[in-house]
């Protein structure tokens, strides 16, 4: 009971935190990643890597580093997704940007996890 309790305000804590859509300002070391991010990737999965009905949130536990390399993602951001549904990026990000790219993202779901605590 307390624990379905618990659950609920968890809930709740994460709706009102997905209704804010205010994105804060990564630490340094993870802005320019930040900032390569919304340009290229946060049109469509958003600035808060949320994604929509349409694109995976990339803080969704499927893309961990245990499940979802960081070859995996530079892969995808270079060839596109296995079912070719996102296409390739490779023209608008240099080498070193998908690397800032990585670290930004690997950063987000890094501190969703500790916020959860
Ligand atoms: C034009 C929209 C669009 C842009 C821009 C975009 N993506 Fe995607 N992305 C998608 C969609 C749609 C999917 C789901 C495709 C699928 O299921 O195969 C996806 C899937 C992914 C996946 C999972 C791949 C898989 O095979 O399951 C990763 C990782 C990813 N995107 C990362 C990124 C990164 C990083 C960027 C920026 C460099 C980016 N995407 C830019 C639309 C986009």
Redesign the pocket.
Known sequence: MKKNIISLALIVLGLTACSEKSVKTAPDGFKSGQQ??NK??G???GVDLMGNS???A?MDDR?SPER?SDD??RN??ING???????P?RG??SDSE?EE??KY?RYSQESKNTNQK
Do not use: K, N
Request: glycine fraction near 0%; include cysteine.
């Open positions: 390569v991010y290229v990737c049109a469509c999965h349409a694109v995976p990339l893309f979802f995996q993602i995808t951001i997704s296995q079912s070719r549904v996102m296409r990026q608008r990000v998908i790219i990585i993202i």
